[in-house]
Structures are given as C-alpha cells and as structure tokens.
C-alpha cells in the first residue's frame, strides 16, 4: 500500500474540521450516499492528544491518518474523529446498504461509530471495535455486529445515519485509512480464505526433542510441490534438506488454506536453527534434550503467582502486592454467617475460585507426581507443593453436612484492571449462581470426593496427617452424595447440567480408598452404557479412566474395557489431527471458547492412551499439539506467554490489565469463532468471514478480547500435565 501523503498535521486540543471528497457512487465500488464530502472533525476529552493527517485533497476516497495517545485525567479518556456524511451535519437513508467497509492498517485498536439522530444527544451510538495490524487489512462491517455499549437503548435507525465516528481504543494507536464507503449485501466482496495469510514456513518456535518427529508447514500458494527446503544452523550452513511433498492438505474449513507439511524428523544433532524455504526463514527454534522443562517450570510457577490470600512478590514477573481477599466471606445460603476462604487460586482474568476448576487442576498435578516418580526432585516438590496450597482452600469449601461450595467470587460484579489486594467488592459463598436457588451440585460434590480421595492417596507417605484429612473430608462427602438426588450447576460462568461423569469419577476413586466390589460393578456398567468423552471441566471421567486402569485390584474385564474405550478416542484424535495441515486434533466446528484447553486436554488423552497401550503415534500426536500451541498454526502465534518468536504479548489477566506485566507460562484461550458471548472485537473479526482458526486477538487493553484471549487454570494445569509428562515420564 503506498504511503499516505500528509497535507495537514494538527494536535487536536479543540476541534476543527477537514473536508475530502466523497468516493464515486458507482456500482460494484465503495459507496457513500452523498456527492459531498466528508467533514471530518477530531475531538479529544482536553486531556488526552490526536494527531489527524487528511490525505490530498486531490484523491476520490476520503482518506485519513490518526495517532492518538489517551492521558489520564478524564474519567473516561476518549480522543477521535468525526466524519460527516453531509455538510449540515443532517442524517442521511442507509437503509439500502447492509453495511460499511474500507482498507485499514495501523496499531492498536479503534471503534466504528455510526452516529444517528436518535443517539445525537446522548452519543451512545451504535458501534464496533477493531483491531489494526501493520500489514493492512481490509474491512466489511455489517450492519448487525453494531450494538450500544452504554446509555439509554435506542432501536438501530439506518434512515438517520449522520456520521461516521472513530474513537481511540487503546491507550496509544494508530490508523491510516482509505476507500471508506457503504455496501449493499449483493455487493459484499469479503472471501473469508482471503486476508491473515502468513506465508513463512511455521514451526514450533520453541523447539524439539531430538529424536522426536519434526515437522513444519508452509501455505500452498508459497511453495510448489517438490521444492527444496533446508533447515539452516545458527552459522549458516546447511543441516539438512529435503522436499515439499506432492500433495497439500485441504483446509479451507478452518484455516481458509491448502497447506503442505514438511518432515524433517531425521535431524537429531542439538542445536539452533531455522527452515528457510526460497529464501524466507521461519522462526528460530532449538533442538534439545529437556526442551519443555523451562516450559513446565514456568507453567507451574504461574501458579504461585496467581496464589489468592497471601502476599506475592517477584522480581522476575514484575509485580508485587499485599496479601489479598482475607475478609471471610458471607454464604449465599445464610448472609448473616461468614466463613475463612482464603487460599487457593485466582481462576482466570478475574479473582474468583470455583470447586470444580480447582479439584480438576489438582488432578493434574497429583496424575503428574502419581506417574513421573522418576522426575527430579524439585520439580516433585515444587508440584506437590503447589497442590498443598490448592488443597488447603478447597477443604475450606465443604460444608459441615458433606455438602460443598460451588464458589467463592463478587458476581455479578468483576474487579478487573485493579490489583488483588484492592479489590474491594463483596465476595461471597454459594452452591449456584447468585442468581439461582442455592442448592449443593453434583457436580461439586463429585470432583471434590474424587480428588480428596486422590489425595488421601498421594500424599500418604509425604504428608500423613493431609492425607487423612483429605480421607475424611473425602467419606464425608461421598456420605452426602448417598443421600441427596443429584442435581446440575446453573452457574452462569460454568454451566453444567450433566453431573454423571463428575459421579463417575468420584465412584472410581473411592473404589480405591474403599474396595467396594458394589462400586466396581456400578462403574463397569457406566463405562458399558456411555462413551468416553473428551476430558474438559465439564466431561472429567477420562481420570476415573485413568485410575481404574492404575489400580492393580482393578478386574481385568474392566480394565480392558477402559483401554478399548481410550484407544477408540485416541484413534479418532488421530485421524483428525492426521488430516490437519498443522497437525492439530481439532475438527472445524471445535474453534470455540477457550479451544486451547480443547487442545491440551485432547494431548493428554493421547498421552493416557500412550500410557495404556504404548503407542508411539499417540505420544507423537500429542507432542504435535504442542508444537500447535507454540506456533505452528495458521497465525504463526504461540499462544503461551515467554515462549516463543512470535508469543501472547497482551494477555487477557488481571496481572496485565493491573500491572502491565505478563504472567510467564500461561497458555492464551485460543481461537474462537462462535459469537455467542464474544467480545466486541472478536464479534467484528468473526464479522469479517475470518476462518474459524484465525478468529483470535492477542488483546487486552480497550476491553480487550476476553473470549480469545483469556485462559484458565484448568487450561494451565493440562499444560504443566502435558509439558510435565514429556519431560519425565518413561515407559517401564
């Protein structure tokens, strides 16, 4: 794109105007309703500053150029331009257009507004976040992804349009923007394969183990079938090479590409290098022995700096604050009573702690100690540490009839972009939502049962006198369980109305504490009657899989039922990531909120699988899962914060909306292309016809992208799983 010309620069304190001539009303072309031109008027909140640069005067498409810096001092800093569609500033009949589209590239994000007579007082006008890249984009915004955001609702009038608005996002940005105008829907012109084609061969950009498979991918219309390729060390010479294969991958349902896949699996020798591929360099990645234990270190050590009600302080990280949240906290049930629930972890972008995401992150660790003893020592420490601190909190949530919290947070209110020990707002106790009737879950009660149990297990030898408070705390909710019906969680944030598999997996751990042989035929029947389904917090049977199959008393026919019921989904896993031109285990339509967990879960699996069976595929499968989190996927993106050329650099956490600071070894949410829930900006780019694997923003300032961009510690925990399991675990 060439370069806009500049004409006029102003800081805009006050507000001027700037007129450009409209764009032709001509069929098949960008569009504005009226021959006159754009009065554009820039604005700023007397605080904050905007530099407007009009393109010649002499061009046919009201091109601009901005830069904006929002300051502190308004309560709402805001700084931007206003263009009007007509000179008196009257509005102007869009209602034969479908929508508004123009070439954009910049930094930062930014909202379209499309101001009404109707919003004209009040300026809570319909509008729509983007998000502006270097390379240029182009844009097609209908009509229907445009919504009010504040203010008293005024029904969407397109008959009264006035202005085209746009608003300063982040805190510092930038946009150049050109060949503004409307389109009717017989005119839209966006091909969802076209745009975010990224063109250098993708690796993992952290690296492999030597005598691991190796691969990379490179877009179809990059390369041709049969060209050479070589993978070039640190000084230049080259350590092997090889060729594009005959056929790519077709995967325009989810990436909008066709994809070659490259091996170079036969280089073994340690070291620093990069595919180049005529002439273009991938990242730079390593081979080594060990690759993921940094990995695994910092995924774990995430924990300890997300640690709620104490005090966290670390050089490294960047942030340091008091302890946080040490008011006991008020039940849902009884508001006159309070309760101590301190400890444990922030869950994800806010400071809420549920039952269930905590008993399945311990899972993951206690597997990991419970399969790796062979691992050093102060990993195992580290690890068993850290689930003390989990388990501590969560022995908190019980209640004295058996019964256990569901959670511990301020909903319907989040404090975000402030420190934890700040955090001001009323926390409370409940079973279900604040909302719901508060009756204890199934749900709660299962996952709690079944890792206590675990724990009475694993901590027997290093920590007696847990291991039998957790027995306890186990038989007393188990208890419970006998004699209350089971019933869902209506929790708004994680709804789950299918509490077999939570009951599953409690019957299969108290099997082990109890030798019930009634529990064995119960769970024998289960596993006949119902397909293994993907783990995720709201399907966790795969551990009750995985202990029956570790217990020794386990009955042979079971036991080979379990393994039958593994392999069938390993095998499907398979075939799907076999047919992924990233090698990544998930089908199109499985792009939704938080996918990344989706795809660490699904390695696991396979890692369960390796386990049961010993299948070198499924090792293998797995590690290409995390090669797809750590770049080799259609954005070229690792999507784990401090690893990776190309990692998360804005991710959606309250360590970075509070301190500006990244939280290492946390794993982003991931491409999204559902709408339901979505954030504004995710909203525009699913808008555009992005490809369900491309629907992700790497964004937290301006709102940010929370339903691309925000993880978990469930997510986080599979990782330290999967990471952690490569690293130590051999088979016998």
């Given at each position: 794109?060439?370069?806009?010309?500049?004409k006029?620069?102003?800081?805009?304190?006050?507000?001027f105007?700037?007129?450009?001539?409209?764009?032709?009303?001509?069929?098949?072309?960008?569009?504005?309703?009226?021959?006159?031109?754009?009065?554009?008027?820039?604005?700023?909140?007397?605080?904050?500053?905007l530099?407007?640069?009009?393109?010649?005067?002499g061009?046919?498409?009201?091109?601009?150029?901005?830069?904006?810096?929002?300051?502190?001092?308004?309560?709402?800093?805001?700084?931007?331009?206003?263009?009007?569609?007509?000179?008196?500033?009257?509005?102007?009949?869009?209602?034969?257009?479908?929508?508004?589209?123009?070439?954009?590239?910049?930094?930062?994000?930014?909202?379209?507004?499309?101001?009404?007579?109707?919003?004209?007082?009040?300026?809570?006008?319909?509008?729509?976040?983007?998000?502006?890249?270097?390379?240029?984009?182009?844009?097609?915004?209908?009509?229907?992804?445009?919504s009010?955001?504040?203010?008293?609702?005024?029904?969407?009038?397109?008959?009264?349009?006035?202005?085209?608005?746009?608003?300063?996002?982040?805190?510092?940005?930038s946009?150049?923007?050109?060949?503004?105008?409307?389109?009717?829907?017989?005119?839209?012109?966006?091909?969802?394969?076209?745009?975010m084609?990224?063109?250098?061969?993708?690796?993992?950009?952290?690296?492999?183990?030597?005598?691991?498979?190796?691969?990379?991918?490179?877009?179809?219309?990059?390369?041709?079938?049969?060209?050479?390729?070589?993978?070039?060390?640190?000084?230049?010479?080259?350590?092997?090479?090889?060729?594009i294969?005959?056929?790519?991958?077709?995967n325009?349902?989810?990436?909008?590409?066709?994809?070659?896949?490259?091996?170079?699996?036969?280089?073994?020798?340690?070291?620093?290098?990069?595919v180049?591929?005529?002439?273009?360099?991938?990242?730079?990645?390593?081979?080594r022995?060990?690759?993921?234990?940094?990995?695994?270190?910092?995924?774990?050590?995430?924990?300890?700096?997300?640690?709620?009600?104490?005090?966290?302080?670390?050089?490294?990280?960047?942030?340091?604050?008091?302890?946080?949240?040490?008011?006991?906290?008020?039940?849902?049930?009884?508001?006159?009573?309070?309760?101590?629930?301190?400890?444990?972890?922030?869950?994800?972008?806010?400071?809420?702690?549920?039952?269930?995401?905590?008993?399945?992150?311990?899972?993951?660790?206690?597997?990991?100690?419970?399969?790796?003893?062979?691992?050093?020592?102060?990993?195992?420490?580290?690890?068993?540490?850290?689930?003390?601190?989990?388990?501590?909190?969560?022995?908190?949530?019980?209640?004295?009839?058996?019964?256990?919290?569901?959670?511990?947070?301020?909903?319907?209110?989040?404090?975000?972009?402030?420190?934890?020990?700040?955090?001001?707002?009323?926390?409370?106790?409940?079973?279900?939502?604040?909302?719901?009737?508060?009756?204890?879950?199934?749900?709660?009660?299962?996952?709690?049962?079944?890792?206590?149990a675990?724990?009475?297990?694993?901590?027997?030898?290093?920590?007696?006198?847990?291991?039998?408070?957790?027995?306890?705390?186990?038989?007393?909710?188990?208890?419970?369980?006998?004699?209350?019906?089971?019933?869902?969680?209506?929790?708004?944030?994680?709804?789950?109305?299918?509490?077999?598999?939570e009951?599953?997996?409690?019957?299969?751990?108290?099997?082990?504490?109890?030798?019930?042989?009634?529990?064995?035929?119960?769970?024998?029947?289960?596993?006949?009657?119902?397909?293994?389904?993907?783990?995720?917090?709201?399907?966790?049977q795969?551990?009750?899989?995985?202990?029956?199959?570790?217990?020794?008393?386990?009955?042979?026919?079971?036991?080979?039922?379990?393994?039958?019921?593994?392999?069938?989904?390993?095998?499907?896993?398979?075939?799907?990531?076999?047919?992924?031109?990233?090698?990544?285990?998930?089908?199109?339509?499985?792009?939704?909120?938080?996918?990344?967990?989706?795809?660490?879960?699904?390695?696991?699996?396979?890692?369960?699988?390796?386990?049961?069976?010993?299948?070198?595929?499924?090792?293998?499968?797995?590690?290409?899962?995390?090669?797809?989190?750590?770049?080799?996927?259609?954005?070229?993106?690792?999507?784990?914060?401090?690893?990776?050329?190309?990692?998360?650099?804005?991710?959606?956490?309250?360590?970075?909306?509070?301190?500006?600071?990244?939280?290492p070894?946390?794993?982003?949410?991931?491409?999204?292309?559902?709408?339901?829930?979505?954030?504004?900006?995710?909203?525009?780019?699913?808008?555009?016809?992005?490809?369900?694997?491309?629907?992700?923003?790497?964004?937290?300032?301006?709102?940010?992208?929370?339903?691309?961009?925000?993880?978990?510690?469930?997510?986080n925990?599979?990782?330290?799983?999967?990471?952690?399991?490569?690293?130590?675990?051999?088979?016998?």
């Amino acid at each position: 794109m060439r370069p806009f010309a500049a004409k006029v620069q102003i800081l805009c304190l006050g507000l001027f105007t700037l007129t450009l001539a409209a764009a032709a009303d001509a069929p098949g072309k960008n569009q504005l309703p009226s021959g006159q031109g754009i009065s554009w008027k820039a604005y700023t909140d007397g605080y904050s500053s905007l530099t407007l640069h009009p393109d010649s005067a002499g061009d046919r498409n009201p091109d601009l150029r901005l830069q904006w810096t929002l300051k502190p001092g308004a309560a709402h800093p805001y700084a931007g331009a206003q263009g009007l569609l007509q000179p008196d500033g009257k509005g102007v009949d869009l209602s034969r257009y479908a929508g508004v589209r123009f070439f954009a590239r910049g930094r930062g994000s930014c909202h379209i507004a499309l101001p009404t007579d109707a919003t004209r007082q009040e300026y809570n006008h319909y509008q729509t976040a983007v998000v502006l890249y270097d390379e240029g984009r182009f844009y097609e915004l209908p009509f229907s992804i445009f919504s009010q955001s504040w203010g008293n609702p005024q029904a969407w009038d397109p008959t009264s349009v006035y202005a085209l608005q746009i608003d300063g996002g982040t805190k510092t940005g930038s946009l150049e923007i050109r060949q503004i105008g409307f389109f009717s829907s017989s005119q839209r012109r966006l091909d969802s394969r076209t745009g975010m084609i990224y063109k250098r061969p993708k690796t993992n950009q952290l690296g492999y183990l030597p005598n691991a498979e190796k691969t990379f991918s490179v877009v179809a219309s990059a390369v041709h079938a049969g060209e050479t390729f070589a993978i070039v060390d640190a000084a230049g010479n080259t350590a092997y090479s090889g060729q594009i294969p005959e056929a790519p991958l077709n995967n325009f349902p989810e990436t909008g590409e066709s994809i070659f896949r490259g091996d170079f699996s036969a280089l073994q020798t340690p070291g620093t290098y990069a595919v180049f591929l005529k002439g273009k360099p991938s990242h730079v990645f390593s081979i080594r022995e060990n690759c993921y234990l940094p990995l695994f270190q910092d995924a774990l050590r995430a924990f300890s700096l997300i640690r709620c009600g104490t005090a966290v302080s670390d050089i490294a990280a960047g942030w340091q604050h008091a302890a946080c949240h040490l008011q006991d906290a008020p039940l849902r049930t009884r508001s006159e009573q309070k309760q101590d629930f301190t400890g444990g972890w922030h869950n994800a972008c806010d400071y809420g702690k549920w039952c269930h995401m905590h008993a399945i992150t311990l899972a993951y660790f206690l597997w990991l100690y419970e399969l790796t003893p062979a691992a050093e020592p102060r990993g195992q420490n580290m690890l068993l540490a850290e689930a003390v601190w989990g388990l501590r909190f969560l022995l908190k949530m019980q209640y004295p009839d058996g019964s256990v919290y569901h959670k511990v947070d301020s909903e319907p209110a989040f404090c975000f972009g402030t420190p934890p020990d700040q955090d001001k707002l009323l926390r409370q106790a409940g079973f279900q939502g604040a909302a719901q009737p508060q009756n204890p879950s199934a749900i709660d009660a299962g996952t709690f049962t079944a890792v206590m149990a675990q724990a009475s297990r694993v901590f027997a030898d290093y920590d007696p006198a847990l291991a039998r408070e957790c027995r306890r705390a186990a038989f007393k909710t188990w208890a419970w369980m006998q004699h209350h019906p089971p019933t869902g969680q209506n929790d708004p944030y994680y709804t789950d109305t299918d509490y077999w598999q939570e009951i599953f997996w409690a019957q299969a751990e108290m099997f082990r504490l109890t030798g019930d042989a009634k529990l064995e035929t119960m769970l024998e029947k289960t596993v006949e009657e119902n397909p293994l389904q993907n783990l995720s917090w709201q399907t966790p049977q795969a551990f009750g899989y995985l202990s029956l199959w570790q217990y020794q008393n386990t009955d042979g026919a079971l036991k080979a039922k379990i393994k039958a019921a593994v392999q069938t989904d390993c095998d499907a896993l398979l075939k799907t990531a076999h047919q992924s031109g990233y090698g990544v285990a998930l089908r199109p339509d499985q792009y939704y909120w938080e996918s990344n967990e989706t795809v660490l879960h699904q390695a696991n699996i396979l890692l369960f699988g390796y386990l049961m069976t010993g299948t070198p595929d499924y090792r293998t499968t797995a590690l290409q899962q995390l090669d797809y989190l750590l770049g080799l996927n259609a954005l070229d993106q690792s999507f784990i914060t401090g690893h990776g050329s190309r990692q998360v650099r804005q991710p959606y956490h309250w360590t970075y909306a509070a301190y500006g600071e990244i939280l290492p070894g946390w794993v982003s949410g991931g491409p999204n292309s559902n709408t339901v829930g979505a954030d504004a900006a995710l909203r525009t780019l699913i808008g555009l016809g992005t490809p369900p694997a491309k629907c992700y923003l790497d964004m937290c300032e301006d709102a940010g992208s929370y339903a691309s961009n925000e993880g978990e510690i469930t997510a986080n925990a599979a990782l330290v799983f999967l990471t952690g399991f490569i690293s130590f675990f051999e088979l016998p």
